[in-house]
């Protein structure tokens, strides 16, 4: 019995050091992409390779190879930035407002998922916060126009996946164990200002 649990579990190592793998070459794929779509031509020759590179032989390799979490974050935060650059590169360039829109969903979807994995995939939020922030002297001079609103309705959208992959699992997380009806005692975390199971993890844990 005790061998068969042994066996099970070199797999389950085994394939999530597959799958971390798999994820890590194709977020440097991704990235490789990424830079060939934002910079300026002349500089698409080296500089996305030059990063790929990097992004290789960086340190942080060892744990984008190790069953972890680590890789496919990375991959989604570089597959979400790479949909958010093509929702900005197709503007003004005659392709269709759906397609636009799709891909800031998209981004939105890839940023909430990658929050799911490591609560700090939050912050990737910013540029579409930022998105957002761009338009307000236009909303505060009632200058806009249909598109712009509805530029700005898509983002908010996007940025709503996000912030609901963040607050999600802290209800749910909060509801289970903090809750003071069952009896049982609650976790030290539930009594602070801002109850956060994340920082709680973070500092206990580790």
Not at 112 to 120: E, F, K, Y
Not at 170 to 192: H, I, M, N
Request: glycine share 6%; charged share 10%; net charge positive.
């Amino acid at each position: 019995m005790a061998g068969n649990t042994q066996a099970s579990l070199h797999y389950y190592v085994l394939a999530g050091i597959i799958l971390s793998s798999v994820c890590h070459l194709l977020s440097v794929l991704v990235l490789y992409r990424l830079l060939t779509l934002v910079l300026e031509p002349q500089r698409r020759q080296i500089i996305p390779f030059i990063a790929a590179v990097l992004h290789i032989l960086t340190p942080a390799s060892l744990f984008m190879c190790a069953p972890y979490a680590e890789a496919m974050f990375s991959l989604l935060n570089f597959v979400g930035m790479l949909f958010y650059a093509q929702s900005r590169a197709s503007v003004g360039t005659g392709m269709s407002s759906i397609q636009e829109d799709l891909q800031k969903l998209g981004s939105g979807l890839c940023f909430a998922a990658a929050t799911l994995m490591r609560s700090n995939g939050l912050l990737s939020g910013v540029i579409l916060l930022y998105d957002v922030a761009r338009y307000m002297p236009l909303v505060l001079s009632a200058q806009l126009s249909m598109r712009d609103l509805r530029r700005i309705t898509v983002t908010c959208v996007a940025g709503s996946l996000i912030a609901l992959a963040f607050v999600g699992p802290q209800v749910l997380a909060y509801a289970e164990f903090c809750d003071r009806e069952q009896g049982s005692g609650t976790r030290p975390w539930c009594d602070k200002s801002f109850p956060s199971i994340y920082s709680w993890v973070q500092s206990y844990y580790w």
